[in-house]
Nanobody, 119 residues
Framework: QVQLVESGGGLVQAGGSLRLSCAVS????????MGWFRQAPGTERESVAT????????YYADSVKGRFSISTDNAKNTVYLQMNSLKPEDTAVYYC????????????WGQGTQVTVSS
């Protein structure tokens, strides 16, 4: 069973930065594709950034391109989301997710970490 534990959320002023971390256990890290998703109150969960198991292919939502960066550290079985130039509209609960690399859906989820950006 894959377990995901997020950390790094918090309160930051607009224009500031945060780095989210997600520690992965329970399966060989290199067999997983990883992603960060977010959900603001009253909205549906949306994909923010994803990375394939080799780390060579990434995807970013248009709303975060140029500001957010997803990366992995295979030695630490950890995926990161570096968030720069944060905006109040980035306020949400951020979730780390994983899927077996050949799966169509993300089926392992972390508990979520709150990110609040004040104006």
């Amino acid at each position: 069973q894959v377990q995901l534990v997020e950390s790094g959320g918090g309160l930051v002023q607009a224009g500031g930065s945060l780095r989210l971390s997600c520690a992965v256990s329970g399966r060989t890290f290199s067999s997983l594709a990883m992603g960060w998703f977010r959900q603001a109150p009253g909205t549906e969960r949306e994909s923010v950034a994803t990375i394939d198991r080799s780390g060579g292919r990434t995807y970013y939502a248009d709303s975060v391109k140029g500001r957010f960066s997803i990366s992995t550290d295979n030695a630490k079985n950890t995926v990161y989301l570096q968030m720069n130039s944060l905006k109040p509209e980035d306020t949400a609960v951020y979730y780390c997710a994983a899927k077996i690399y050949y799966s169509l859906k993300y089926n392992y989820w972390g508990q979520g970490t709150q990110v609040t950006v004040s104006s």
